[in-house]
Structures are given as structure tokens and as C-alpha cells.
């Protein structure tokens, strides 16, 4: 069940960081976003990526028990 729950965190996680992504190589979206938008998104991609890593780090020491 932790198992699952780690599974559908992951989806989620993996989900956001690719639309922040997308967003920050729109470049339409960075000429006319505030400065202050744009940095929250590029802290929100590193925010992501460090639980993404979390989750799968997780997810091995499970699949390895």
C-alpha cells in the first residue's frame, strides 16, 4: 500500500515538474511573465526534482526489501 501511495506521489511530482518545464521553455511565457513568477518556477523545478529523487530513492529501498 506504501508502495502505491509512493507510486501516485511520483505521477504527481513527475506530472508538475513537466508542466513547469514547459512553461519555463515557453519563451512567450518568460518574455511576458514577472521576474518574480518566472524564479518561482525555477525554484519550483528544483523543489520538484529533489522530491522526485526522494521518491525513487524510497521507492528502490522498497522494491529492493
Request: glycine letters at 4%; aromatic letters at 4%.
Amino acid at each position: 500500500e506504501t508502495d502505491k501511495s509512493s507510486l501516485e506521489r511520483l505521477e504527481k511530482i513527475v506530472k508538475e515538474l513537466e508542466g513547469v518545464r514547459k512553461k519555463l521553455s515557453n519563451e512567450d511565457f518568460l518574455a511576458r511573465a514577472p521576474k518574480e513568477v518566472v524564479e518561482k518556477d525555477k525554484i519550483s523545478v528544483e523543489y520538484l526534482m529533489q522530491k522526485r529523487v526522494a521518491l525513487e530513492e524510497g521507492l528502490a529501498r522498497i522494491k529492493g526489501s
